[in-house]
């Protein structure tokens, strides 16, 4: 188990993450919000991405949450416990995706030019890269996500979404064409400009 | 000559190409520079930051986790340790304004003949004036009519709200609530220094009942979308 320390309040004695694990197994409240001050963002970031929508993405991270402080007695330390804590994300949105309606929503026809409503603090590539991710269908975006964002290898995503790492392989590809294609849409003037469109 | 598809391009980022590929490639511009620009969108992704989760977020999910028997509350959280200071300071403007408010509504220029009031308990009738206030325990009494008829008017301000369908107009109930958790930090922070102060304890009181009343409403939303676990 990692022991990373980490200071739970400012004024209060700095516990190890160990320790906070330890005290969170016992429902201190106090341990469970310093392990979510500290990894709530890594948390939100992936089921925001999963998702595509803003308004789900709160519900799939509070349930990614439950589902953590519940299993935290299974965790034995033989992994980092962000690794653990964003796999457990990760499938709470996936089999949360699966079981909303928002899935046949987003397989609808995609639009020809993507709204890119701004968010205070992102720069304009990541707002981009953002809206498009939302707009692609849920299989591509979240082949995508898990590789490209989160580095995950093609089995791995094989296991979590339960297809062969080369059916992660094809949707990769597609995903990142259609990415493409999209973000040329958001620029309206990218076409053929190659690399010197990313520069912002 | 035939352009390489994007799918192809695709596979190229993290795969090296083919002969064939690698003879087109050499010769068209074209594809070389949407390489490049598929190249730098993958590498753009995976230097995304993360997100920040909505404010009020920890709130809902201490609620939540306190519901489930997960976690006990955590106390700790109403101290000031980690409120910012900006934050702290705003509060203890506010602070300072509703006491104000309060004093200018028991100012002697704005006689006050409220409904009976209590000197010692609620159920003592007790009349005044702001002129007639002039001992500690008639201050008091008159602090606690305020503080009822506060109550009161807030009540009917919500009833109001809720029939007119207006009580989210503007304002989320997970800001709400943020706002409110930093009113209720900030009212232990002040109570800390003047424990028996009547105006900051029914101040912190109202943001009390107020923050109690935001998280069950928000509770009540969240729980008509957990449907899906």
């Not at chain 2, 922070?189 to 409403?217: H, K, Y």
Request: hydrophobic share 40%.
């Amino acid at each position: 188990m990692p022991s990373q320390r980490v200071t739970s309040r400012p004024g209060r004695s700095a516990l190890t993450e160990a320790q906070l694990i330890q005290r969170a197994c016992g429902g201190d409240g106090s341990a469970i919000r310093s392990l979510y001050e500290r990894y709530a963002p890594r948390v939100y970031a992936v089921v925001r991405r999963i998702a595509g929508d803003d308004d789900l993405a709160q519900d799939y991270a509070q349930e990614a949450w439950i589902r953590a402080i519940r299993a935290l007695p299974t965790f034995r330390g033989d992994a980092r416990f962000s690794t653990w804590l964003h796999r457990i994300a990760v499938n709470a949105a996936l089999q949360a995706l699966r079981r909303s309606d928002t899935r046949r929503k987003r397989e609808a026809p995609m639009p020809e030019t993507l709204p890119v409503a701004p968010r205070i603090g992102d720069s304009l590539l990541e707002q981009r890269l953002e809206a498009a991710m939302d707009a692609l269908p849920p299989g591509m975006r979240e082949v995508l996500i898990l590789h490209d964002v989160e580095g995950y290898t093609h089995e791995e995503i094989g296991d979590a979404l339960g297809v062969a790492s080369g059916t992660s392989k094809s949707q990769l590809f597609k995903a990142r064409a259609r990415m493409r294609t999209l973000l040329q849409g958001i620029d309206g003037t990218d076409t053929g400009q190659g690399a010197e469109a990313w520069s912002i | 000559m035939e352009h390489l598809t994007l799918e192809t391009l695709s596979r190229l980022v993290g795969e090296a190409p083919d002969a064939a590929e690698r003879r087109h490639l050499a010769e068209c511009a074209e594809c070389r520079a949407e390489l490049e620009a598929l190249t730098e969108q993958t590498l753009a992704l995976g230097r995304l930051p993360e997100i920040r989760p909505p404010l009020g977020d920890w709130t809902i999910l201490e609620a939540r986790l306190a519901s489930e028997g997960l976690a006990r509350p955590d106390r700790d959280f109403l101290g000031m340790a980690r409120t910012p200071a900006w934050m702290k300071v705003a509060a203890t403007i506010l602070l300072f304004l509703g006491g104000t408010g309060l004093g200018m509504t028991l100012a002697p220029r704005s006689p006050f003949s409220g409904p009976s009031a209590t000197p010692g308990g609620p159920d003592t009738p007790y009349s005044f004036t702001a002129s007639s206030v002039s001992t500690l325990p008639e201050a008091e009494a008159a602090v606690r009519l305020a503080e009822r008829r506060y109550m009161d008017a807030l009540v009917q301000y919500r009833q109001l709200l809720d029939t007119e369908g207006g009580s989210a107009r503007g304002t989320t109930p997970e800001s709400r609530l943020a706002a409110l958790e930093y009113l209720v930090a900030a009212g232990q922070a002040a109570l800390e220094q003047a424990p028996a102060d009547p105006v900051i304890n029914g101040f912190l009181a109202s943001a009390l009942a107020e923050r109690q009343a935001t998280r069950q409403a928000t509770l009540r939303q969240v729980g008509s979308a957990d449907d899906w676990y």
